[in-house]
């Protein structure tokens, strides 16, 4: 038995061998043909991508050898922006000839001796009745905007540095005069007071208002101790005076004007910003070879202008089309001009270099900083508040048939209301209630800010306790002395958008939506001006007084930002905006070209914009020859580097992003093409025959909107 066992055992060992061999050659023959596998799989995968990579050649060998074909017929699509140019050119003019035969007896405010006389005349002027005074500031303001708008929108090569600083001095006096003649009629309402005493108080209260400004005068005719507060009435701004005052001969203005010359005059003329990139015409070089090297570099450089330069005039043309002579040195010539230009400007110093004066006022930094309103970051929104103290000037005496007055020299002067000397006891704070204009929009709560004369800044401190109910739109504070206020508001509230979408609705016509945060912008585009055609917050339609009006691209641009709705970045917006940052290269090209073919194309934000980093730019597409609505099953997503344009395979819904071609496309040098390869010839006609002023305003929306970088 035991024997047996043994041989058992023996045989189960050699079992045991044959197995593990039998076992070993199945793994190696396994390993054999997964290495055969993978080795085909592998050669297959060079193989796809080989084809892949011939098919990549050979599209871009055809775009190649298209380029030269497609840049020269975008060249000729592209005359129509230079036409353009022309265009507005002869408009500017002919304005200037038609205000000469006019002779409406207004003066021309770009004449230097016709607006000194305007003004020397009203100087001279002795009548100073409060209506007649605002309806000449009428005048005054509407001389004001066109100088404004000049600035704004004369190209550099039409404007010449002394024309520039000449108007801005014309504007700065003509704002100063301004003032002087409020202070006039405030005086004389004031030894008026008696004719407007209030039958319940004894005291004088008027008010009088036009659409730019707002008078609240309040005279203090029966000095009771137990005066507190007054509330204007029908505008509803109200004030407490203190003890001290309710006692003395004083008078108490609220100055409220629609408008805002206090600040800076930089802070009014800011063009769009310049991003530098070449014309099509440098572009039609490059493609032969030439000076291709230096004028990369300019493109890919951001404008890396010191802040002072926000207003400089030579930006003031938001086109990047300088007609033919454009070149490097034109572009740098400019630049030098620009230089010189911001040492003219009156800019207040915290604005010129932030480091620089970090540098210079350490010490004092930890204290003021805080307090100094930065204009790049805070915009005044809805007029500026002058709130005086008031000596009450002798009244107006009648003697049988005579008025008699009592003349000083010193003209309106100011009561002073907490000397250095005084204790803080006796002088509390002076309770201010301002009633916000139904013009404006407050998104966040208002910044309450005061003049600093002395400073030529606003700054926060000296104002506490501050109350904004945003239902009444009301506003209550105290100040320690009595000041020039007004409420700023985040300049970037309504950035970065949400989306955005620009469609055709008819020939040379097309709608442009932006989407921000806290409201829906939407602007008609129709021939040569824009509209605003409403601007909704919260399902409700507001600005109603701005809507429906057509007007110029920079024009719609001021009564936007004026109105607090900003959708315009400026120069430094960048460092307040977590922007989407693009080559200038890809972003203005991609305008130029939508705008050549938004007659017949929609376009809109895409999502996967972001994700095709900063070189390329990507948005969905669609032909829109109808007036309805655009399905998403219509658009289509395309990208763009400014140099070669493709259609992608994935939509707004894919899983992830892919640069991967559509079906059966190719590349081109050009959107334009691009589109013609699945557009209509409908839409293709429709393009061809688009109206240059049409496509003008289009791209200059584009370029203050922004869309590529601030979605």
Known sequence: ANIKSSGKKKVSKAEQLRLQKEEEERRLKEEEEARLQAQQEEAARLEKERIEQEQMENLEAKDQERRESELAELHSLEQKFLSAQQWKMDYRANAKWEHYLSCDGSPDPTVLQEINTFMSLWREDQNENIQLVMEKGEQVLNLIEKLQLLLLDTPPNEITEKETVQYQESILELQSLLHQKYNGATEHLLKTANMYEDSETGNMQAVIKDK????????NLKKKVRFKHHVF?????????????????VAVRILHTQYDHVSPLWLHCQSVPKLEVLDSEELTQHSKGNVEEPEEEK??????MPAEE????????????????????????????????????DIPSQVQDPLMQEKANEKEEAITNDNVVHLQQFVPVGGVYHIDALQLPPQVKQIKDWNMVELLDGGLEAYPYRPEEAEEAT???IHITLRLSDHVMYFEDPVIARWDPAGQQWRTDGISNVTYKTQEKSITFEMDAFYTIALLQDAHCNMPYRAWELRPTGIDEALLRVTTVFATVQIQIKGNQCMLSSVVVEEKDV???VTGKWTSPSDLRAVLKKAGVNIFPGEYSHKYVSVNKKAPLAEVRAYQQ????????????????????QEKVVFKVSEHLKADAIEDKDWSLYMFNGQKAQKLKITETSEAFSEELEEDSEFHSTLYHMLKDFGSKEAIDKVEGASFLFIDVVYQLLLATRVLTYS
């Open 233 to 249: 009435c029908d505008v509803e701004h109200g004030f407490d005076l203190p003890k001290s005052l309710a006692v003395s001969n």
């Open 212 to 219: 730019n400004v707002t008078f609240c005068i309040w005279a």
């Open 299 to 304: 493109t890919a450089k951001e404008p890396s």
């Open 543 to 545: 600005l109603s007084h």
């Open 594 to 613: 939508m705008a050549l073919v938004a007659s017949a194309f929609a376009f809109a934000w895409s999502k996967w914009n972001v994700e095709a980093g």
């Open 427 to 429: 002088h509390p704070p």
């Open 310 to 345: 926000v207003c400089s005039d030579e930006r003031k043309s938001a086109s990047s089309f300088k007609g033919n002579s454009s070149s490097i040195a034109d572009i740098n010539e400019a630049e030098e001009k620009n230089e010189k230009k911001s040492e003219i400007l």
